[in-house]
DNA sequence: CCTAATACGCTACTCGAAGTAGCGTAATCT
DNA sequence: AGATTACGCTACTTCGAGTAGCGTATTAGG
């Protein structure tokens, strides 16, 4: 499902993730995430749709590699524990914010509520690596890293969800003095 | 769009709304949002598709209505600042943990992301009575009562959407002494 | 060079759910 | 009685996800 094949025999696969990953976040930006169909994204990709099926087994999955692809590398985390969870918030705000990353997120964070094996898919690919480097980072309980995450998630997809726009800096802020009141120390 | 009409020519609208509301609440807490299709929820409801149709404009529309109607009357506010919003907090959190409801609620919200009129929707008549009430309430400006909106109401819907179960209530009460950290005074 | 193996692009299909049209019938008011 | 509106039903359109199968292209290895 991903890249270069490491099997020896038959054609290889042609180098096209990352054009697909950015026709999807063309075409999510323009139209939508449900405008986006796997259709006009292969079109946008200038390939077809089966051979995106051949490569992704449902549009949540192409679009969570997607997202991880967007949203890679981690950010950085320094020995500044509030300095460092702000960068991080505000980091996550801005990817937010990237034209087609939010309205994708939110559009597959929807889709996996009605789906349990795409959910499983957001929380073991996308959540589990966050969750990891914060309980490594911050050293506490798997419990408070998790409301950590849906915290900082849940608002940020909410105010995109309920405006169709991301969260504005100054609102970005304020929520990190909030959050920061908690886990800031 | 409800209940019984004002003219008064006609034969008058069967009084089942709260009968849809039930059904609606049933099937989607039995089969998800997302098999909560029209033509079942009619038949849960003993009436017919056309008939929703008739009453509600879209699917989207009857599930705000029934969120509206399983959300209503507004939790009790009482001088005690800290203990009314804790109160409110707990409040929200047990009506999107009853069967249904928060299944409903995060179903709309994703359909909402992608459909303006939709959001429209949402926002009007969800969320506008209680962003009036809490701006009355604590006397603090709209950006501050919609960042507390979006963080309570983000943080559950993404728990809800991320286990696909409502939040257990050590975190609801972790969640509440955060919040109130910033909002309580 | 030839063959096996795999990927590609394409057309055409199935399936399911939202939403619509139209009909005959039922209930209510004047 | 007649006008008016709602109901239940069957049938339909539309659209998008996902699939099947074909001919072709590209690679590795004999």
């Given amino acids: 499902m991903q890249g270069t094949n490491t099997s020896s025999a038959g054609r290889p696969r042609s180098d096209l993730n990352a054009v697909v ?7 999510v930006d323009e ?10 994204i292969a079109a946008a990709a200038g390939t077809a749709k ?6 992704w087994p449902s549009k949540g999955a192409l679009i969570i590699d997607c997202l991880l ?4 590398p ?3 985390l320094t020995e500044d524990r509030p300095a460092s969870l702000a960068g991080a918030i505000r980091w996550l705000a801005g990817k937010i914010g990237e034209p087609g990353v939010g309205a994708a997120f939110a559009g597959v964070f929807s889709d996996a509520v009605n ?8 929380s073991t690919r996308f959540q589990a690596p966050y969750l990891a480097m914060l309980r ?10 998790l409301l950590f995450i849906d915290v900082i998630t849940g608002t940020l997809l909410h105010r995109m969800g309920m405006t169709g726009r991301p969260m ?15 886990f800031g120390e």
Same sequence: chains 1, 2.
Avoid: C, H, N, W
């Fill in 50 to 55: 089966t051979t995106l099926y051949r490569r």
């Fill in 74 to 76: 981690m950010p950085e």
């Fill in 21 to 27: 990953f950015a026709a999807t976040r063309r075409t």
């Fill in 115 to 122: 789906d349990p094996a795409l959910r499983e898919l957001l």
């Fill in 69 to 72: 692809d967007a949203f890679s």
């Fill in 136 to 145: 490594d980072y911050l050293g506490e309980s798997e419990q408070r890293i």
């Fill in 168 to 182: 504005e800096d100054r609102d970005v802020e304020l929520m990190i003095d909030m959050v920061l009141k908690t």
């Fill in 31 to 40: 139209l939508g995430y449900a405008g986006a169909t796997m259709d006009r």
